[in-house]
């Protein structure tokens, strides 16, 4: 089957789906969108976080589908979703008006991290939980992090100034073996840290 | 394998009418882990997604009419008063990536014996709506568990929503794992205080082939408390009573032994959850008995 749906602001279009295929699997095999880490296929652990219609869900436990004409953000897409959020206030299309920027297909599969070296975390391309996780040496192994960045990140725009409670709370759907998170955690409240100094 | 995308209830019962073995799909939190591992591949899935009804709650005089989809973050976020049980219960379900996802319908369509929000539903006391093309009917949740991961629905029936009686009192629930999050109960205890009715009720999960009440506990407690007068005096639960109960609460399980813990100690930790939620709920009661008492 055929799935259209919106991936980082722009509309895609995934061709010969099988019905039982996960969001995650159409993402990395089918758009060549490997950011979101394909791990336990059972919600355990986080890798595979995405957006949905702005929500952060397991995408290995959505099946393709269901995303039919709805909006999805992974990890390739959020330094520009944080961008966007930051510029107009809001996040992407939760305020109307003008068409979003978003990011391309190429432009999402060619995506690095090139993080800055200033101790402020400003003039960086990426978004300000990305340059963060590398300040703070919050990744190791780096599979978990892509899952960590999208959980974090959506945290930080819900509740900018969380407590140490709120952050292992809403991270507790994602497990890292690497870092035993004090790293991870730092990293979170750098990013919030910098988010208050910006306002 | 089909993919069936209903755009409204009709169209969806009349979808599962004609194809009785389409898998309903809604969060997809268990559905999508069996297709994954290839532990399962219906013929057809029923996508629910689409059919905004069933993400609604409407709170009624007794009861909340629960969708079946309305997702566990919901719940927490919005039904905290009127159901405490459940709102606790849906903050022990998995991380809140799948607290985004699944709902109590799914619970309920699954109906494992150590799914979170049964206990909870168990002691509350709620109804479950059924309905197919032949109309609708609510199942009592004491009649719903028929077995292990089996329930009452027909094969063309579908979940619409669950009806949960609103909390006339203090509620409590407790679950056993390893850890706080990601993980599944080893075994839970619902509880709940109906002063109304002057009764308590009960809810077991993980330790038995279904969710179970304690109902010979539920029975030897609400005896106690009313020979003792505690309603009405709001004096501390006697230890012995306290421990009676808990006693009881562990021999209606029947549990075995697996990966998670054994038999022996699901009962064991029954009894002291059971205990445990019976204090809390009774100091939350008589501390609500006191403050009413001083406003008058």
């Known amino acids: 089957m055929r799935v259209n749906f919106t991936v980082n602001g722009r509309p895609q279009e995934a061709d010969d789906v099988w019905e039982g295929e996960s969001l995650l699997y159409v993402l990395r095999e089918r758009l060549g969108l490997p ?61 109307g008006g003008e068409a979003p920027s978003g990011t391309s297909l190429d432009e999402a599969r060619n995506w690095q991290a090139r993080g800055s070296d200033s ?45 140490d409670a709120d952050i292992r709370e809403a991270l507790s759907g994602n497990l890292c073996r690497c870092t035993g998170y004090e790293k991870i955690m730092d990293a979170v409240r750098l990013a919030a840290a910098r988010q208050g100094e910006a306002v | 394998m089909d993919f069936l995308r209903p755009a409204s209830w009709e169209e969806a019962l009349a979808a599962k009418a004609e194809h009785p073995t389409a898998v309903p799909i ?32 409407e709170v009624g005089d007794d009861s909340v009419r629960l969708g079946a989809s309305v997702p566990y973050s919901r719940i927490m976020e ?46 509350a006391g709620a109804e479950v709506e059924a309905a197919s093309v032949r109309g609708t009917r609510l199942i009592p949740i004491d009649d719903f568990y028929t077995g292990v991961k089996r329930n009452a629905l027909a094969p063309d029936e579908l979940i619409r929503a669950v009806h949960v009686k609103k909390a006339d009192g203090p509620q409590q629930y407790s679950k ?41 506990a539920e029975d030897f407690l609400d005896a106690a408390l009313e020979e003792g007068g505690f309603w009405d005096n709001g004096k501390i639960i006697t230890p012995s009573v306290a421990k009676q109960f808990a006693d009881l609460c562990s021999a209606a399980c029947n549990p075995i032994d697996d990966v998670r813990g ?35």
Request: hydrophobic share 35%; charged share 20%.
């Open chain 1, 35 to 95: 950011g979101s880490k394909n791990a336990c296929e059972q919600g355990e652990c986080g890798s595979c976080t995405v957006r949905l219609d702005g929500v952060p869900v397991c995408s290995c436990l959505v099946a393709a589908g269901q995303v039919e004409g709805r909006e999805v953000v992974t990890v390739e897409g959020l330094a520009d979703y944080a961008r966007d959020r930051a510029e107009k206030g809001c996040a992407r299309g939760a305020c």
């Open chain 1, 119 to 163: 101790q402020t975390g400003e003039g960086t391309e990426l978004s300000p939980v990305q340059q963060a996780f590398i300040d703070a040496g919050a990744v190791q192994c780096g599979f978990c992090t892509p899952g960590l960045l999208v959980a974090a990140d959506e945290m930080l725009e819900r509740n900018p100034n969380p407590t």
């Open chain 2, 26 to 57: 809604a969060g997809g939190t268990d559905v999508m882990v069996e297709i994954n591992f290839d532990h399962r591949r219906p013929e057809y899935l029923l996508d629910l997604n689409r059919i905004g009804d069933l993400y609604e709650w």
């Open chain 2, 78 to 123: 919005n039904l905290r008063s009127e159901l405490p049980g459940l709102a606790l219960a849906s903050h022990t379900v998995a991380s809140p990536q799948i607290r985004n996802r699944g709902g109590v319908g799914g619970n309920l369509g699954t109906a494992s014996p150590a799914g979170d929000a049964h206990p909870a539903l168990l002691a």
């Open chain 2, 176 to 216: 056993v794992g390893t850890r706080n999050a990601m993980v599944i109960a080893v075994c839970a205890f619902g509880l709940a205080l109906h002063p109304d009715t002057r009764s308590v009720r009960t809810g077991i999960g993980s330790a038995a082939p279904t969710p179970v009440r304690a109902k010979v």
């Open chain 2, 262 to 296: 054994t038999a022996s100690y699901r009962r064991h930790a029954v009894g002291v959850m059971a205990r445990r939620t019976l204090t809390w709920t009774w100091e939350s009661y008589r501390g609500a008995r006191r403050h009413t008492e001083g406003a008058a």
